[in-house]
């Protein structure tokens, strides 16, 4: 089946300096890749949509100059949270779809920020 | 306002009972509903997608019907086990862009 992985799965940081995180597609090219934050006990919010080769779009309320997206290739995609504030923490969780556009999304397996 | 509810509620119920999860929207027109299971401290894994002109699907234990009139879809497992104890998600695509909107979830707690 397809896997997406994340790495880091957890980071810890002091409070101004910029995290990435990165999101593969395993064994499958993922032209279109989405980037969500699930605070404690709610459920997953959808931050931005990655498209290979080009900007990515985001969703109403995020800043796009603090999570900036890289889709640089067909199986990576990178979120960047520059500045972080302790606001900031939260599980960051990324999916992707397939080449072929189909509707399933494959999810990796979270990154778990925390900002001191 | 447009709404996807899940029961918030933990669900408790006994090892080989059938577990029933139900999944209700307002306002949106999905041409699919997917359901999902969360275990803490990790991402989503995909279960079953059910298309709006499928009135069910199942995949050997789960079942998911999927009512448009009454915008609800329900999420069975059937000979529960503790296993299946997670939180499940219903998610939509209301554009059918992929861009998922999800339920709160659901807690299901099996046991033995």
Redesign the interface.
């Known amino acids: 089946g397809a896997v997406v992985s994340q790495h880091p799965s957890w980071v810890i940081c002091k409070s101004g300096t910029s995290v990435k995180i990165e999101c593969r597609s395993l064994d499958f090219q993922a032209t279109t890749m989405f980037w969500y934050r699930q605070f404690p006990k709610q459920s997953l919010m959808l931050m931005a949509t990655s498209n290979e080769g080009s900007k990515a779009t985001y969703e109403q309320g995020v800043e796009k100059d603090k999570f900036l997206i890289n889709h640089a290739s067909l199986t990576l995609s990178t979120l960047t949270v520059t500045s972080a504030h302790p606001e900031d923490s939260s599980f960051y969780i990324c999916s992707a779809r397939g080449q072929g556009g189909g509707e399933t999304q494959y999810f990796g397996p979270g990154t778990r920020l925390l900002v001191l | 306002s447009q709404k996807i509810e899940q029961n918030s509620e933990a669900l408790n119920i006994q090892e080989g009972k059938t577990a029933t999860l139900t999944c209700n929207y307002t306002n949106y027109s999905p041409a ?1 509903l ?1 359901w ?1 299971r969360q275990d803490p ?6 279960l079953l ?1 059910i298309r709006e002109n499928e009135k069910e699907k199942r995949k050997e234990r789960l079942k998911v019907t999927f009512d448009t009139t009454l915008k609800q879809s329900l999420f069975h497992i059937t000979a529960s086990q503790p296993a299946d104890s997670a939180t499940y ?1 219903c998610a939509l ?1 209301s554009s059918n ?9 659901t807690t299901l707690q099996v046991k033995p």
């Open positions: 699919y997917q999902y401290g990790r991402g989503p894994v995909f997608l998600l695509d862009t992929g861009k998922l909107i999800f339920g709160q979830g």
